[in-house]
């Protein structure tokens, strides 16, 4: 059985979405691989506390931790689910604690054909509901196993923007690595 890790590498700022400087951005999703009544599933939200970064400055992600890590059945299906959010309120690291719990939860007792960013944008809309943390964006990556070479392949997420002339826009780029051994 093949074993499956995903990675984040680092995220880019060009622009941030607070207006006055910089901006404490957080990730929130779930991983979920399944074949037949094979299942595997892990939530995530990192970096807790969120980061903080702005204007044209790439970071690394500072806690360089497998997002998932899991032995799978050949064959499987692959699904990744992300947002990235900026934080507005204070930091509340017990929050984003619990909050990963329930996605983990949920994910683990969901069936297959429910779409892990669907799940997690449900999840987070209610365990959000209390707080007005601004979404930037989301990433979303169907992989059949197979289709996978061995070792790492890198990926980008670009969906992370809003542009125009309005009063806030922002642009972001993650880089994040999925490898088969």
Not at 162 to 170: F, H, K, P, R
Request: proline share 5%; net charge neutral.
């Amino acid at each position: 059985m093949p074993t499956i890790k995903i990675v984040l590498d680092s995220i880019v700022c060009y622009d941030t979405e607070d207006v006055t400087g910089a901006d404490d951005v957080y990730l929130i999703g779930g991983v979920r691989v399944s074949k037949g009544n094979f299942r595997k599933s892990k939530a995530f939200v990192t970096p807790n506390p969120p980061l903080r970064i702005n204007d044209d400055q790439p970071r690394h992600i500072p806690i360089k931790e497998k997002i998932f890590e899991a032995q799978v059945q050949p064959g499987s299906d692959l699904e990744l689910g992300m947002y990235l959010y900026e934080q507005d309120s204070s930091a509340d690291v017990e929050k984003l604690q619990k909050l990963e719990d329930y996605l983990d939860r949920g994910l683990a007792i969901s069936r297959p054909s429910k779409s892990v960013l669907n799940l997690s944008l449900s999840a987070i809309q209610t365990a959000l509901v209390f707080d007005d943390d601004d979404q930037l964006g989301r990433e979303s990556r169907f992989i059949e196993i197979n289709t996978l070479p061995r070792g790492w392949k890198r990926y980008v997420a670009k969906n992370f923007y809003e542009g125009g002339i309005g009063y806030s826009t922002w642009r972001y780029k993650l880089y994040y690595r999925i490898g088969k051994f």
